[in-house]
């Protein structure tokens, strides 16, 4: 069973502090890896993609790939009360691109 | 444009019975997804279309469920006597075909059998 584990929160920081999520995976072979923003009651967003090792910068988001360690992290800067909301690692599993496995996320609040 | 569409919204039906959810995906894209999501969890992979065909429909819980998609865009997943533990909400998503498998989801559909 290919696991994708966060810790579920949630979460608490201050309004304009650095958020940062985790995320570790079991599949060594993954490939793809992403970030998705849930608001309660809506439906998973894109937010980043990272495919190699390192960072990858996007606006307030940075995301951090290290394959060897089989962790994945999302740094959310300046962060904003609207940040508010789950957010889920989602990796690819099986050998696959296509197929994703999704942690159950972590719930983030960011106090005025 | 268009994001994924998916339909109905919302889905009430009694144990045992017939249903069917809609999803049309992002112009363009060629791959398109469905997973389903409980309260607390997160979306659970269930099958996935390149095309007309079903290239991978491992995470289909158990033979009452199906899904289609006869001309390469719309899909419907099938799910035939229902039970109260198909209670979730069914979510669509597609891509392009490709290495970069960035998947966009739609509004769900949340089905509750009763």
């Known amino acids: 069973q290919k696991e994708v584990e966060q810790n579920s929160g949630p979460l608490s920081v201050p309004e304009g502090a650095i958020a940062s999520l985790n995320c570790t995976y079991s599949?060594?072979?993954?490939?793809?890896f992403f970030w998705y923003r849930q608001y309660s009651g809506k439906s998973p967003e894109l937010i980043m993609s990272?495919?190699?090792?390192g960072d990858k910068e996007d606006g307030r988001f940075t995301a951090q790939l290290n394959k060897a360690s089989q962790y994945v992290s999302l740094l959310i800067r300046d962060s904003q009360p609207s940040d508010s909301a789950t957010y889920l690692c989602a990796v690819s599993s099986g050998g696959s691109n296509y197929k994703l496995t999704f942690g159950k996320g972590t719930l983030l609040t960011v106090n005025p | 444009g268009a994001g994924v569409s998916q339909t109905p919204s919302n889905k009430v039906t009694e144990k045992g019975k017939y249903v069917e959810l809609r999803c049309d995906p992002i112009?363009?894209?060629?791959?398109l997804y469905w997973y389903r999501q409980s309260l607390g969890q997160g979306p659970e992979f269930l099958i996935y279309f390149q095309g007309t065909g079903a290239a991978d429909d491992s995470g289909l819980p158990n033979d009452r469920f199906f899904a289609v998609r006869p001309e390469g865009s719309v899909s419907t997943l099938k799910i035939q006597r229902t039970e109260r533990g198909d209670s979730a909400v069914y979510l669509c998503?597609?891509?392009?075909?490709?290495?970069?498998?960035?998947?966009?989801f739609g509004p769900g559909t949340r089905l509750t059998v009763l």
């Open positions: 599949d060594r072979v993954s490939q793809s």
């Open positions: 112009s363009g894209h060629t791959a």
């Open positions: 990272i495919y190699s090792n």
């Open positions: 998503a597609s891509s392009f075909a490709g290495a970069n498998n960035e998947q966009f």
